[in-house]
DNA sequence: ATCCTCCCCTAC
DNA sequence: TAAGGTAGGGGAGGAT
């Protein structure tokens, strides 16, 4: 999250010509399986949550919506917050995530093509459904509300739900000893936490609900418990343990790394991680000491190229940023699936409720009569992301190294110099200048910026940091800046290795312990989350405060690593909180507090605003959010455009209207690969985009769906670059191109996309051999996805020009193949 | 108006 | 040496 501060010449990646990369910078269908305890544990959760929801009649005005249950889908006229409350106040109901079980219409203002194939199950119907029936004072057919019904043409552009993936088809060697043990449920914690804790406000409100229906609480609870005896894995609830299994497949496949795999079954225990969790000879995913990790290579081959023999998996086996990715999309879905499968069994509730009676018990009710949501609408959101991550759990293996400044990162310390022919200082100068002139008006590059501010004599490395301890960070070093500036910063800085199995080891524990409570939940990345507290903390009486003093430290007991959390009233506030919480603490952003809180906050810190719209904002003079609340939205929207405009100045008062959604579908795969290309002849670059493609259909497949356009994107070597980049291997300064292809039908027939995908690189490569001539002086990069369809070829993508003229006087290429959009099940045939 | 394509930008 | 991936929101400008 905050690579805001990139003013880092390494970091931003500038996009199309620059010296960056490319782009510089449910509910369950499982409720009927079986578990006895489930119906009686719904019966008393409906039962409670009935209760608690006439006691809130008060400002109910009517009652046409009763039994009417909506999931709102994507953005809305009225907002899904506004028809919640009009739900509410109508005696309807809101569901936060899809329950096929409960959820009687879906409510969407669009919708792409026909994707949805959920129409055949419930309607989906246009919000002026619910604002028409209050206005009529009944509630009216929905039928004439249909979206479906007059909507003939594609939308693009939204996502439709995901084809379920077959939760049997796992054929892994997970044991269901590994299984039970990963599901297995939170013992309970007394740990300290030590962080930092604030409150931001002084106001608070009665929780009203609090304890009217406690005695619910007790059946429940109990329930839970003989259950956890029985049955150590979670709910028993099949698909959700299915969903777990999937995971640790996952994850032992994700390990590209043979290395570490290698390395994990040499290497015991060194007892130092000890302290740590659940047994982790149970886990699945067996754990992996640190410095056989990201160590030497195997072959002392020359290495590393495209086009090498294993260079694609070598390569992404080492990228940072690729498990980065990698993980988040798994985690989204993990959550999507956890959310289909529905849970009735919240274990880590009865912990919190305990918790909580234990602080009313000490503090005498305090903080609990305050705390609180009385606006029927009013949600409370917490944000949650782990300590300078990676550091965290490499020190896990390295307690001699905590409390001192540390950076995770390839290299050892001190790098190379750079060979003769390339230039660090042209490329960081090329680079701002890239990015800078675009923005007219202003000055250029003024000279010697921190760019070149290290002594490349000494420190040379250009290898990035992934994440630094905060100890480092008191000397400026931030994650994704060079070893080679970070040393020059901080002279003592030590390194760790990369150890990818173990950060998603650790990732998996905290989504499991966070989804033991809710399951209202948002995957951000493999470190960090978004929880819409309101449903657990209705149900638990406890305060936001509470919950994340006991989440973290059971994070904390868990992992041995810390977390830190925001609360807020909506997620751009609670975001800004965890801003404010780091290190290991918490903070919390009241409503009646926002506007005093936003007030002073950087532009900068604001999600979406990075390098460029900082500068932007710069220009007219805007610093703080304050600064920004005072420029029209008239202004806002003529500079940046409507939605942007629109954005900023929400944002900018603190507003924020985004649904925790941990439905969101993926609309895209892609792979790419940006780093050390350097073909020397056609035929190598055809391979390469061969391969790509290869990895693209793996990752299709993976989760069953078919792309139905190709876009292929090419990075090429500015004619004005050094052919050596300043990073070993890197591609340097690049001019971007990028194309794209429909495809007319949509297919799953491997043999054809892969038929369809040689007929691509033979059309390639004899455009490709015309115009980069000679050998040697050819770097690619390539980054390809398909989407099923399959006849994309050279020409299509370049259909007059052709690739010949493309490439011509380039020396260094780039390619993406990308694919968009897909079918959305297997059979589905698209016009 | 609303689309489509090719970017740009941002985030982890 | 170093491993600069990948997905989504949105704007510009032309097509429909
Ligand atoms: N440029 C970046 C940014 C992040 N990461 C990886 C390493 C981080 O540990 C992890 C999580 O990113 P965060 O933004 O959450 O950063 P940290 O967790 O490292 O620090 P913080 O305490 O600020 O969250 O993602 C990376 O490889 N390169
Ligand atoms: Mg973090
Ligand atoms: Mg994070």
């Known amino acids: 999250m905050e690579h805001k501060a990139r003013a880092e010449p390494s970091k931003p990646k500038p996009k199309q010509s620059d010296e960056g990369r490319g782009q510089t910078k449910r509910g369950r269908g499982a409720d009927d399986e079986g578990w ?72 969407a203002s669009n919708l792409p093509n026909s994707k949805f194939k959920m129409a055949r199950t419930m309607p989906i119907v246009k919000p002026d459904w619910i604002v028409d029936s209050v206005s009529a004072g009944k509630r009216l057919s929905h039928v ?76 429940v609870g109990k329930l839970v418990k003989s259950r956890d005896l029985e049955q150590k894995c979670d709910g028993g609830n099949d698909v959700r343990v299915a969903a777990q299994v999937k995971m640790l497949e996952k994850a032992m496949v994700n390990s590209r790394s043979t290395e570490d795999n290698a390395a994990q079954s040499m290497k015991p225990n060194n007892g130092s991680k000890s302290a740590l969790i659940l047994s982790p000879e149970k886990l699945a995913i067996p754990r ?57 069994t919240f274990p880590g509730r009865e912990r919190l409720r305990q918790a909580h009676i234990d602080t ?78 675009k923005l007219k008006g202003e000055k250029q590059a003024r000279a010697g910026t921190q760019f070149d501010g290290f002594d490349a004599q000494t420190f040379h490395s250009m290898a990035e940091i992934a994440s630094c301890s905060y100890e480092a960070r008191k000397a400026g070093v931030k994650n994704g800046m060079f070893m080679g500036r970070a040393m020059s910063l901080c002279l003592d800085l030590q390194t760790i290795p990369y150890n990818f199995a173990e950060y998603n080891r650790i990732s998996k524990i905290l989504y499991d312990l966070v989804a033991s409570y809710t399951l209202d939940i948002e995957a951000v990345s493999c470190d960090e989350m978004l929880i819409d507290c309101t449903d657990v903390l209705t149900d638990t009486g406890a305060t936001a405060m509470e919950f994340a003093r006991l989440l973290r430290s059971e994070i904390m007991n868990k992992t041995g690593c810390a977390a830190s959390t925001g609360i807020g009233p909506n997620i751009l506030l609670a975001r800004l909180a965890t801003r404010k919480a780091k290190p290991n603490g918490q903070f919390e952003v009241k409503s009646s507090d926002a506007k005093q809180f936003i007030e002073d906050q950087p532009v900068s810190d604001l999600p979406g605003v990075g390098y460029s719209m900082t500068r932007k904002l710069s220009k007219l003079g805007v610093q703080t959010c304050g600064e920004l609340q005072r420029v029209p939205l008239s202004v806002l929207r003529r500079e940046f455009g409507p939605k942007t405009g629109e954005g900023l100045h929400k944002f900018s008062l603190g507003q924020d209207d985004r649904p925790v959604r941990g439905d969101k579908q993926r609309k895209s795969v892609s792979a790419e690969v940006n780093y050390g290309i350097r073909f020397s002849k056609d035929l190598d670059a055809l391979t390469f985009l061969k391969e790509l493609s290869g990895e693209v259909k793996r990752r299709l497949d993976a989760i069953q769906v078919k792309g139905r356009s190709i876009t292929l994107k090419l990075m ?109 099940r297997r059979n589905q045939r698209y016009p």
């Open 716 to 824: 090429i070597r500015r004619p004005d670059a050094p052919q050596e980049s300043a990073k070993f291997m890197g591609h340097g300064i690049c001019n971007t191109i990028n194309k794209s292809s429909n495809l007319p039908v949509g297919t799953n027939d491997e043999d054809l996309i892969s038929r369809e995908v040689i007929s691509l690189y033979r059309s390639q490569k004899v455009n490709a051999e015309d115009v980069r001539g000679p050998q040697r002086d050819i770097r690619a990069f390539s980054t390809s996805q398909f989407r099923q369809a399959l006849e994309p070829t050279w020409a299509k993508l370049f259909p007059k020009k052709g690739i010949n003229q493309a490439l011509q006087g380039q020396k260094h290429v780039t390619l993406t193949l990308q694919e968009e959009q897909w079918t959305q």
């Open 36 to 107: 006895g305890g489930f119906r009686n544990y719904m019966d008393a959760k409906n039962f409670k949550l009935n209760d608690q929801f006439d006691k809130e009649k008060k400002g109910r005005t009517s009652d046409i919506f009763a039994g009417v249950y909506i999931y709102v889908n994507g953005y809305t006229r009225p907002s899904s917050d506004e028809l919640k409350r009009i739900m509410q106040a109508h005696g309807g109901r809101y569901e936060t995530y899809l329950r096929k079980t409960r959820v009687t219409h879906i409510v």
């Open 288 to 344: 992996v000491t640190p410095q056989s990790v990201s160590s030497p290579r195997k072959e002392s081959s020359v290495m590393a190229k495209a086009g090498d023999k294993g260079f694609l998996e070598e390569f992404y086996s080492n990228s940072r940023l690729h498990h980065l990715s990698t993980w988040g999309a798994e985690f989204k879905s993990y959550v999507a699936e956890l959310q289909r499968a529905g849970t009735s």
């Open 360 to 437: 009313v018990t000490r503090t005498g009710l305090a903080e609990t009569l305050h705390s609180s949501r009385h606006a029927v609408s009013s949600r409370i959101i917490m944000h949650i992301d782990m300590d300078c991550f990676f550091v965290s759990v490499g020190l896990l293996s390295r307690p001699d190294l905590k409390g001192k400044p540390v950076a995770v990162t390839h290299s050892k310390g001190q790098g190379r110099p750079p060979s003769s022919s390339s230039s660090l200082a042209w490329e960081q100068a090329e680079w701002r200048k890239v990015k800078d002139g």
């Open 144 to 219: 004439p509300y249909l979206l479906l019904g007059n909507q003939s043409k594609l939308q693009p552009g939204l996502k439709s739900f995901p084809s379920v993936s077959s939760l049997s088809k796992s054929s892994s060697t997970v044991s269901a000893s590994s299984v039970a043990s990963l599901a297995d449920a939170v013992p309970s914690t007394s740990a300290t936490t030590t962080g930092t804790e604030r409150v931001c406000s002084s106001i608070t409100d009665g929780e009203s609900e609090r304890n009217f229906n406690s005695e619910h609480y007790v059946g």
